[in-house]
T-cell receptor, first 113, second 110 residues
Framework: ETGVTQTPRHLVMGMTNKKSLKCEQH?????MYWYKQSAKKPLELMFV???????ENNSVPSRFSPECPNSSHLFLHLHTLQPEDSALYLC????????????FGQGTRLTVV | EDQVTQSPEALRLQEGESSSLNCSYT??????LFWYRQDPGKGPEFLFT?????EEKEKERLKATLTKKESFLHITAPKPEDSATYLC???????????WGLGTSLAVNP
């Protein structure tokens, strides 16, 4: 496989469920990101991992919990979500540095019911 | 406050009708401007990075240009497969955080 792969592509969960989103990158990058994309809003950066260490957490509610076991894998653990958390969740990776572009996965469409 | 504004919000073209999309930015210390293409229900696909005013990059029917205040994405003789949302993002000094526009939704009719 090549690029950035996210699973599952679609997820429907109840407000009391616990689920996890998975991301894997095959680009040899050392930074990984979680973004949230909602209608009529710009992409929102949620978390950044650089060299497997979390370096940014942009005021994200604790019901979202990231995990980065190594430089190729990233998880987003979800629990007791709210309907307003329904969105497209995107994983991205890049080589650390301001002048490098990020490459995105296909996203997970999450619906909270 | 750092800000990125894209216009128009939506654009409908006939096949072969060239046009331009605009990305204007107000940031302190531009370190890179990125263009992405996004198809419905999919992740953004990287197109171009521009670093300094006067820089231009081309790929097939697309050409991106950069000034000190804005960037243009020129689409020459578009085809229906160019239909997508085009996103602009700016890196403004922070090593990792990009400031994103809302995108331009482009529809090209055959």
């Amino acid at each position: 496989e090549t690029g950035v792969t996210q699973t599952p592509r679609h997820l429907v969960m109840g407000m009391t469920n616990k689920k996890s989103l998975k991301c894997e990158q095959h680009l040899g990058h050392n930074a990984m990101y979680w973004y949230k994309q909602s209608a009529k809003k710009p992409l929102e950066l949620m978390f950044v991992y650089s060299l497997e260490e979390r370096v940014e957490n942009n005021s994200v509610p604790s019901r979202f919990s990231p995990e980065c076991p190594n430089s190729s894998h990233l998880f987003l653990h979800l629990h007791t979500l709210q309907p307003e958390d329904s969105a497209l969740y995107l994983c991205a990776s890049s080589q650390e540095g301001a002048r490098t572009e990020a490459f995105f996965g296909q996203g997970t469409r999450l619906t909270v019911v | 406050e750092d800000q990125v504004t894209q216009s128009p919000e939506a654009l409908r073209l006939q096949e072969g009708e060239s046009s331009s999309l605009n990305c204007s930015y107000t940031v302190s210390g531009l370190r890179g401007l990125f263009w992405y293409r996004q198809d419905p229900g999919k992740g953004p696909e990287f197109l171009f990075t521009l670093y300094s005013a006067g820089e231009e990059k081309e790929k097939e029917r697309l050409k991106a240009t950069l000034t000190k205040k804005e960037s243009f994405l020129h689409i020459t003789a578009p085809k229906p497969e160019d239909s997508a949302t085009y996103l602009c993002a700016v890196n403004a000094g922070n090593n990792r955080k990009l400031i994103w526009g809302l995108g331009t939704s482009l529809a090209v009719n055959p």
